[in-house]
């Protein structure tokens, strides 16, 4: 497979369309930020994209070689590489930031690992054997095929009352959106003694019919409380209710028009830009991101 490639956005009509006419979206106004530009120091496969602001710092995942790789906030210049340790396999899929060093890792074999990053800026390992007393595993119900299991992942900080919502995405067969919590309002994923809470706030698979094929990855958006949900064989980013409304949706460029061809996740980052990161075509080699940003008034 190709190199890894980013796509930035700054969103403002280029292939918007509306799909809800009712409801404002964070993906007006936003127009994107030039061409697509490739992350040198990524190999092929890359899976996922996360921004921490605590740490002024993109984590972005890489399957097949269980890579973590951390990056500046501009994403162009990588300040370390973690190798992951002890994992199920090495098919990690997507990263979700939980506060302060804690990360949320998928596995495609539907299972979730809460772990925290090392401190230490010679730390070169990452432990995320779940049998190790300092990380927390979350079991989904598998998959219904094979290689078809989690592939987004996305955390709202303020939901289940401070306690914080991670949202899963399975890739397809069928589509669908898990809301993950623990039971008891208030406490924290990573507090295994509190049983876990586990459901779908809509079906996934008749909301985004004809809308998206599959899902590669997702953005919790404060400003509105819902998803925004990245689809790598529709080339299409949508703003996704709770109640699986589609509010918008904006078409994501090809490699002829500037962008990427495999989106496989997005992070809002720093001014509230859209990073998305995509997988190389086949006659690439590194992965590449592409920046949207919001325009100015």
């Not at 509230?272 to 919001?294: F, H, I, K």
């Amino acid at each position: 497979m190709g190199t890894a490639i980013a796509v930035v956005l700054a969103l403002a009509g280029c292939g918007l369309s509306s799909v809800s006419k009712e409801r404002a979206s964070p993906l007006d106004g936003y127009r994107r930020d030039g061409r697509a530009f490739p992350l040198t120091d990524v190999g092929p496969n890359l899976s996922g994209i996360t921004y921490a602001p605590e740490l002024r710092r993109f984590l972005l995942i890489q399957n097949g070689g269980a890579r973590l790789h951390e990056y500046a906030p501009d994403l162009r210049t990588r300040t370390r590489v973690l190798q992951l340790r002890g994992g199920p396999s090495n098919d990690f899929e997507a990263i979700a930031w939980l506060g302060g060093s804690r990360i949320a890792l998928a596995h495609e074999l539907n299972r979730v690992l809460l772990v925290h990053l090392p401190e230490a800026p010679d730390a070169y390992d990452l432990e995320v054997d779940p049998s190790r007393d300092d990380v927390v595993e979350l079991v989904l119900p598998p998959p219904s095929r094979g290689n078809r299991g989690l592939e987004g992942l996305c955390f709202d900080p303020d939901g289940n009352a401070g306690g914080g919502i991670l949202f899963a995405l399975q890739e397809s067969s069928p589509r669908r959106i898990f809301r993950l919590q623990r039971s008891r309002p208030g406490t924290a994923l990573d507090v295994a003694a509190i049983p876990l809470a586990i459901d779908e706030p809509f079906d996934a698979e008749a909301a985004l019919e004809g809308i998206a094929e599959d899902l590669s990855g997702c953005a919790h958006d404060p400003s509105s409380g819902r998803l925004l949900v990245v689809s790598e064989r529709s080339s299409v980013l949508l703003d996704v209710g709770l109640d699986g409304t589609v509010v918008r949706r904006l078409r994501l460029p090809g490699v002829l028009r500037g962008g990427a061809a495999h989106y496989e996740g997005v992070a809002l980052g720093p001014g509230a830009a859209l990073y998305l990161v995509s997988e190389p075509a086949s006659y690439q080699r590194t992965s590449r991101a592409v920046v949207y940003r919001p325009a100015g008034p």
